[in-house]
């Protein structure tokens, strides 16, 4: 008996952790979430395509483009905003506003984000709405695909899809790259054959992985790749606004005409039309995008039967939780609908969550903001030369190289005078072919909107108070003898 059944389990085939894939072929719906995804999609898909076009004048010489990360001279341009390298911080302040609101967004609303605004969503939904104008609806597709030999028409129709994805891949690859390069200069580059090897690598990428991720690869980018939905759930709580199957109203599912059976006729509306085939009658899944299209394919079958809509909606988890135990050992019907909407409770918007959530994005964005006012047009970095320390000349003074750069964010170039605090009386300054004014400060020229750097000696008489002296270099309007900008560093010596 014991090697029977060792000799069945060596027959058995070895467990796996992957399964095959369940191919969606999501349904066309109507309905007022439908309308307002629709009005999302063309807003962003418009911002999106447009956006490198606009126009922005900042002066003859200065690219004109509205949103421009322009990696040649390293600069980020957002209207008139100008961002250096050395300013990066401003970018790394806005990645933590993004996720500090996405945050915010999912305690409120869910997977807002996912159904209505990410990348993956809007294109997906454009390539579905593609194939739906060609191939037809769910059921169209289905039959076309069970079929064991296609005819030339249904050869015609998937070649004519997939060309139109590839020209919509297209034209996201090219449009992402307008955003690091000027759009007409790129457009016309493009049409004489001229752009280089890099543009068309990157137009390239953009266009494939658009194609392979919103055409084919779809709800196992939500399913599978993204980590969002990973960790999700420790942003929700019990007043998040979720998509809600109402089970104490639809259970147990029947027939219309079954007295005993809940509202849900089991008619599985709302998984036809999920884009990552999901059934949320199940309950709050990794699939579940909260697009909201099961409520409205679900509000369509109520009103043909004649019931209150609302067995599919966005609620809370506390409204479904009260919601239960209001109607439990309840008969389903028009009591049952009403004891258990009676119980049901607006999210609270001030909740500790939230509120951190908005202090924090008050903070970080008050002090980009504080940072952006207060920046001068003109920076200073200073750094001292390690070798050697420092020099004793053969008069007995004691010499420190130092080497400036000058950030200067003006439009037109500058000469500044440099002045320096700290040092003993008699302390020299000295630049390399600079000359120097009525009071013997060496006068350097700026480079407008760029670094100039220059090599400054710093003589100073001996013997020093100590080993380590504090300096301050200045940089100062010759006419005014304003200050326009300093740094601060040490001057080394021999021990006294």
Request: hydrophobic residues 45%.
């Amino acid at each position: 008996m014991g090697q029977q059944q060792q000799h069945h389990a060596a027959e058995e085939p070895p467990a796996t952790f992957y399964a095959p894939r369940v191919r969606v072929y999501p349904q066309a719906v109507k309905g007022k979430v439908r309308r307002l995804r629709w009005g999302v999609l063309w807003l962003l898909l418009g911002l999106y395509y447009l956006a490198p076009w606009l126009r922005w004048d900042r002066g003859p010489g200065r690219p004109d483009q509205a949103f421009l990360a322009d990696m040649e001279h390293g600069r980020l341009f957002f209207l008139g905003l100008e961002i250096w390298p050395q300013e990066v911080y401003y970018v790394t302040g806005l990645l933590v506003l993004a996720a500090i609101g996405l945050f915010a967004v999912t305690c409120l609303a869910g997977r807002l984000w996912c159904g209505f605004a990410c990348p993956q969503t809007v294109w997906t939904d454009l390539f579905m709405w593609v194939e739906r104008r060609i191939e037809g609806d769910r059921n169209a597709r289905m039959r076309r695909d069970r079929k064991p030999r296609w005819s030339w028409d249904d050869r015609l129709r998937k070649a004519t899809k997939h060309v139109a994805w590839v020209l919509i891949a297209l034209a996201t690859g090219g449009a992402w790259v307008m955003y690091f390069t000027d759009a007409p200069t790129l457009l016309r580059d493009l049409a004489r054959g001229e752009a280089s090897s890099t543009t068309l690598f990157f137009i390239g990428l953009f266009t494939a992985t658009t194609y392979l991720l919103a055409g084919w690869a779809r709800e196992q980018v939500c399913t599978y790749m993204c980590p969002w939905p990973r960790f999700q759930a420790a942003m929700l709580d019990e007043q998040s606004l979720v998509v809600s199957y109402r089970a104490w109203r639809g259970e147990p599912r029947g027939k219309p005409r079954d007295a005993a059976a809940g509202d849900c006729v089991d008619c599985a509306a709302c998984v036809h039309v999920c884009p990552t085939g999901v059934d949320i009658r199940d309950g709050q899944q990794l699939g579940c995008i909260s697009c909201g299209l099961c409520i409205d394919a679900c509000d369509a079958v109520m009103q043909r039967l004649d019931r209150p809509q609302g067995l599919i909606a966005f609620d809370t988890l506390g409204n479904l939780a009260r919601a239960e135990a209001a109607t439990a050992g309840m008969p389903r019907g028009a009591a049952c609908r009403g004891a258990g909407l009676a119980v049901r409770q607006a999210p609270n918007p001030f909740r500790p969550r939230l509120l951190l959530y908005a202090a924090a994005l008050l903070v970080v964005g008050g002090a980009m903001l504080g940072g952006l006012l207060l920046r001068e047009p003109v920076a200073l970095d200073m750094l001292r030369d390690r070798a050697p320390l420092f020099v004793r000349l053969s008069h007995g003074g004691i010499r420190n190289a130092y080497t400036l750069k000058i950030r200067d964010r003006r439009h037109e170039a500058a000469q500044l005078a440099i002045a320096a605090d700290g040092l003993p009386p008699g302390t020299q300054l000295s630049v390399s072919d600079a000359e120097t004014d009525a009071a013997g400060r060496p006068l350097v020229a700026t480079r407008a909107d760029d670094v100039a750097t220059l090599r400054l000696l710093v003589t100073a008489p001996a013997p020093l108070p100590a080993a380590s002296t504090p300096v301050v270099i200045r940089l100062l309007d010759p006419r005014s003898g304003a200050e326009v900008a300093r740094a601060e560093n040490v001057f080394l010596g021999p021990q006294p």
